[in-house]
């Protein structure tokens, strides 16, 4: 039984002798002490107060005089206002640290979960949009499986479509026969500049068509004859679907992929290559892998069996043009197309099939899916859908929503090129972290190659950990530079602190264990009493799907960690048993801070 609670217990049996009441533990609120007030942890009184009519001063000096003495832990007890304060004795601190370990696994039972993350589409590289997505759900896979669950990451690849046809004209085109070897061009870079390519063909087209008879009438018969501009605005979708001979050709290559044409699946298959290698090392850049990976080429077909399944239940309705809707609208939603009149399957449609699948592939626990909140609408209707199906696994599906992040600079635009490419974006923090580097000139000793691998750990700390701070459902600004600020709340600095623990510890290291009595100042009782919030700080951060709890944790241990540097000495501590204690300590601090980091998928350097 933890401190916390033999706390609760030993007051529910205060209430029990003094007040003749039964109280669950449960019900006893134990928390940490505030910083500002004297002791370890506090029980608040007010919620009793009042049913054992009496003021919660009077209960916490009642509660005090019949505890004092039942644990050989309790330091002192004293009663500030309504909150009774236990401060333990340095015995029982050295204990904790003693017993101190990164090993977060629950004892109890280990879940099943799959984690879809990613999703990136084969028209175009991986962008900044996708790499606080990857960082979410890598970080909160890892958490989970640190407490001892079985995760399975997995990625959908959306391969087919019109965008992805798109490119594909584009090649057909104006590509001359160019690759990404023969221009020195990173292949998924050389995909999406082909589909900037259509884009910017596509514009000139209908910049010259409106210029056209036709394109005047329908000015004409539109109900703003008289604003051109905003007109044409409006009508560039529905120009791609009825006018612009790029559309048509695009619609007929795509007509030509699902009917199996061979020189259209050559292409396709050729260009769908040239993206999973340079995707692969934008992954690999990041420190990202997969267990599984669904094509939409292979998956979009799913759902239309269960969809009919449903229609013969009364689940769906059928309209009067063969299509396949269902009313959502007693849920809070709106109607929902399941098939298209000519039998085609909508994204709902391939969502539902494909989650069939994976319950049957692995009789998952929970399916996480990693999405922006721009789909958060698709999911509740998703969700609802599978419910009304009588799904097993319906109540096993959530949404790990999160916020857009964009730069200073604003918002991007994937059709214009303004996307921020995760390849500019990692290139682009290694060079802010060699900037701040060689600012510093603490690296002169090393050789060019060390440098080069320190900063690449500092920058890519730089992007991961600024992405996973911020709680998932918080939008965000990304700043390269502020994200290498040492003196922030950001990863280097985290990494500075484990840095400052390795320095000493190559000087001299803790040689005979941890003494059995040695004194404690306030600062070490806070270092030893941060790190026994480590499980529980992972724990929370898994069961809430959110790795910004663990990032939080890791930097006011950090800062925790600096002030104890600054202010405490340790390779010249008073004595022996104070220095080993000391070493010892700082020891222990190093293994939570790098056991946490590398659950958010970031390494720590020896030297910075």
């Known amino acids: 039984m933890d401190i916390q609670h033999t706390i609760q217990s030993l007051v529910c049996d205060a209430f029990d002798k003094l007040y003749n009441t039964a109280t669950e533990t449960s019900q006893?609120?134990?928390?940490?002490?505030?910083?500002e007030i004297r002791g370890d942890y506090t029980v608040t009184l007010f919620p009793f107060a009042k049913s054992f009519q009496t003021n919660p001063n009077q209960l916490g000096i009642a509660l005090k005089e019949f505890l004092e003495g039942k644990d050989e832990n309790f330091e002192e007890l004293n009663v500030v206002g309504g909150f009774l304060n236990f401060t333990l004795s340095a015995t029982y601190w050295l204990n904790i640290l003693k017993n101190q370990t990164t090993d977060v696994r629950d004892a109890g039972q280990r879940s099943k979960y799959i984690i879809e993350f990613s999703s990136p589409n084969t028209n175009k590289p991986l962008h900044l949009g996708h790499v606080r997505n990857m960082l979410l759900g890598n970080a909160t896979s890892n958490i989970l499986k640190?407490?001892?669950?079985?995760?399975?990451?997995?990625?959908v690849i959306n391969d087919r479509g019109i965008a992805i046809c798109k490119s594909m004209l584009a090649y057909e085109r104006f590509g001359e026969s160019k690759t990404p070897d023969?221009?020195?061009?990173?292949?998924?870079?050389?995909?999406?500049?082909?589909?900037?390519?259509?884009?910017?063909?596509?514009?000139?087209?209908?910049?010259?068509?409106?210029?056209?008879?036709?394109?005047?009438?329908?000015?004409?018969?539109?109900?703003?004859?008289?604003?051109?501009?905003?007109?044409?605005?409006?009508?560039?979708?529905?120009?791609?679907?009825?006018?612009?001979?790029l559309g048509r050709a695009a619609r007929e290559m795509l007509n030509k992929w699902e009917a199996g044409d061979k020189p259209t699946m050559d292409l396709w298959n050729k260009m769908n290559d040239w993206v999973y290698q340079g995707m692969n090392q934008t992954y690999n850049s990041l420190g990202i892998a997969f267990d599984k990976n669904y094509y939409e080429s292979k998956t979009y077909l799913l759902g239309k069996n269960a969809v009919q399944a449903g229609l013969e239940k009364g689940i769906f309705e059928q309209q009067e043009d063969s299509s396949v809707w269902i009313d959502l609208?007693?849920?809070?939603?709106?109607?929902?197309?399941?098939?298209?009149?000519?039998?085609?399957?909508?994204?709902?449609?391939?969502?539902?099939?494909?989650?069939?699948?994976?319950?049957?592939?692995?009789?998952?626990?929970?399916?996480?899916?990693?999405?922006?909140?721009?789909?958060?609408?698709h999911f509740q209707v998703l969700f609802s859908i599978m419910k009304a199906m009588e799904m097993p696994f319906a109540n096993q599906l959530y949404h790990l929503s999160y916020g857009m992040v964009e730069l200073?600079?604003?918002?991007?635009?994937?059709?214009?090129?303004?996307?921020?490419?995760?390849?500019?974006?990692?290139?682009?923090?290694?060079?802010?972290?060699?900037?701040?580097?060689?600012?510093?000139?603490?690296?002169?000793?090393?050789?060019?190659?060390?440098?080069?691998?320190?900063?690449?750990?500092?920058?890519?700390?730089?992007?991961?950990?600024?992405?996973?701070?911020?709680?998932?459902?918080?939008?965000?600004?990304?700043?390269?530079?502020?994200?290498?600020?040492?003196?922030?709340?950001?990863?280097?600095?985290?990494q500075n602190?484990?840095?400052?623990?390795?320095?000493?510890?190559?000087?001299?290291?803790?040689?005979?264990?941890?003494?059995?009595?040695?004194?404690?100042?306030?600062?070490e009782i806070n270092l030893i009493k941060s790190m026994h919030q480590y499980k529980e700080t992972v724990a929370e951060a898994g069961q809430a799907f959110d790795p910004s709890h663990l990032a939080n944790y890791l930097y006011a241990l950090a800062k925790s960690l600096h002030r104890y540097y600054h202010d405490t000495p340790i390779l010249t501590a008073p004595d022996a048993d104070i220095k080993q204690l000391r070493l010892y300590l700082i020891q222990k601090v190093g293994e939570v801070l790098q056991s946490g980091m590398s659950l958010l998928g970031i390494e720590m350097p020896e030297r910075m």
Do not use: C
């Open 408 to 494: 200073p600079s604003g918002k991007m635009k994937s059709r214009e090129g303004t996307v921020v490419d995760a390849d500019d974006l990692v290139a682009e923090v290694i060079a802010e972290a060699e900037a701040s580097g060689k600012e510093r000139g603490e690296l002169s000793s090393l050789s060019p190659e060390a440098h080069a691998e320190i900063y690449r750990i500092i920058g890519l700390a730089a992007l991961k950990y600024h992405m996973i701070k911020v709680a998932p459902k918080k939008k965000m600004i990304f700043d390269p530079k502020e994200s290498v600020d040492m003196q922030g709340q950001t990863g280097p600095y985290i």
């Open 182 to 245: 023969s221009t020195d061009i990173k292949p998924d870079h050389f995909v999406g500049d082909l589909y900037v390519l259509f884009e910017k063909k596509l514009k000139e087209e209908y910049q010259a068509w409106q210029a056209t008879g036709e394109a005047r009438q329908l000015l004409s018969a539109s109900k703003a004859p008289n604003d051109a501009e905003a007109f044409f605005a409006a009508y560039k979708n529905q120009y791609f679907n009825t006018h612009s001979e």
């Open 28 to 35: 006893v609120p134990v928390t940490l002490t505030k910083p």
């Open 329 to 377: 609208t007693d849920k809070g939603l709106d109607r929902k197309l399941l098939l298209r009149s000519d039998g085609t399957s909508v994204y709902m449609t391939q969502d539902i099939g494909l989650a069939m699948q994976r319950y049957d592939e692995y009789h998952f626990d929970q399916m996480v899916y990693v999405v922006a909140d721009e789909q958060n609408y």
């Open 497 to 523: 602190a484990f840095v400052r623990i390795q320095s000493i510890l190559r000087k001299e290291k803790n040689t005979s264990g941890l003494p059995e009595t040695a004194a404690l100042n306030d600062q």
């Open 146 to 155: 640190a407490l001892g669950n079985e995760v399975i990451k997995a990625q």
